[in-house]
């Protein structure tokens, strides 16, 4: 955590940068995390602020998947002591309890458009012609969309696993253990049901093509597989 928040006199100097603010264009409010003390790596030191969104510097831009975002900068921006959420220096809980929440939530959407993208290949080889025939008839084909079933339900298990733990101490493993295995199957997901539909899923008019960018692009938020697979392993897991 690189923003700073120095304390003054009935209030605090923020300073820093937070960088793809979901949904930041549209606030009314924000809450910023900043460090009162230690250095940028330290477990202690950090704090929440409740801001007026229009105080703060928001340059907005749209997402690939057709949400917006917001890049937010605060200069030497001052606020009074109320704007303080909790006890100076000890926001680190809340924020692994959101960012947990957070996860499992996105995991949630990933498999949601993985359903829907597996939906819409089950269906198109059913009317897809070729050699005067139904491509769903050639066993290829069926091979890879069981293929897909298989891996969807893997996910599935996984996201259950991680909501059902939220709660528990060992949250942190369940949560990297189903992000990594959402992105894995969501990116096998994409692929093949693209490959199965040929050229016409990469239309905009279709929507296989926003159901497979969405996969692709959650899988680089709040970590992707490969962060996520790290964390796995430094929780002591080989």
């Known amino acids: 955590m690189e923003t700073t928040a120095k304390a003054f006199d009935g209030g605090y100097v923020l300073n820093g940068y937070k960088a793809v603010a979901l949904n930041g264009a549209a606030a009314d409010k924000v809450i910023v995390s900043a460090r009162t003390s230690g250095d940028v790596g330290d477990q202690n030191g950090s704090s929440l602020f409740l801001l007026d969104a229009d105080i703060t510097e928001r340059r907005n831009y749209p997402t690939l998947t057709g949400g917006n975002t917001a890049e937010i900068v605060l200069s030497d921006l001052k606020v009074s002591s109320a704007a303080l959420l909790g006890d100076e220096g000890k926001a680190l809980a809340a924020l692994e309890t959101v960012h947990a929440r957070a996860i499992v939530a996105v995991c949630a959407e990933a498999l949601g458009a993985m359903e829907s993208a597996k939906e819409l290949t089950n269906e198109y080889p059913?009317?897809?012609?070729?050699?005067?025939?139904?491509?769903?008839?050639?066993?290829?084909?069926?091979?890879?969309?069981?293929?897909?079933?298989?891996?969807?339900?893997?996910?599935?298990?996984?996201?259950?696993?991680?909501?059902?733990?939220?709660?528990?101490?060992?949250?942190?493993?369940?949560?990297?253990?189903?992000?990594?295995?959402?992105?894995?199957?969501?990116?096998?997901?994409?692929?093949?049901?693209?490959?199965?539909?040929?050229?016409?899923?990469?239309?905009?008019?279709?929507?296989?093509?926003?159901?497979?960018?969405?996969?692709?692009?959650?899988?680089?938020?709040?970590?992707?597989?490969?962060?996520?697979?790290?964390?796995?392993?430094?929780?002591?897991?080989?």
Do not use: C, W
């Open 126 to 238: 059913k009317t897809r012609q070729q050699f005067s025939r139904p491509i769903g008839k050639f066993q290829v084909l069926q091979h890879r969309v069981a293929d897909i079933l298989v891996e969807i339900e893997q996910a599935r298990s996984s996201v259950i696993n991680a909501a059902a733990n939220l709660d528990e101490p060992n949250r942190d493993l369940y949560i990297s253990t189903a992000k990594n295995l959402i992105g894995r199957v969501g990116r096998q997901v994409a692929e093949e049901t693209i490959q199965l539909h040929g050229g016409i899923d990469m239309t905009q008019e279709y929507d296989l093509a926003h159901f497979a960018k969405r996969i692709v692009l959650i899988d680089h938020m709040f970590g992707d597989t490969d962060h996520h697979l790290a964390r796995f392993i430094s929780l002591g897991v080989a």
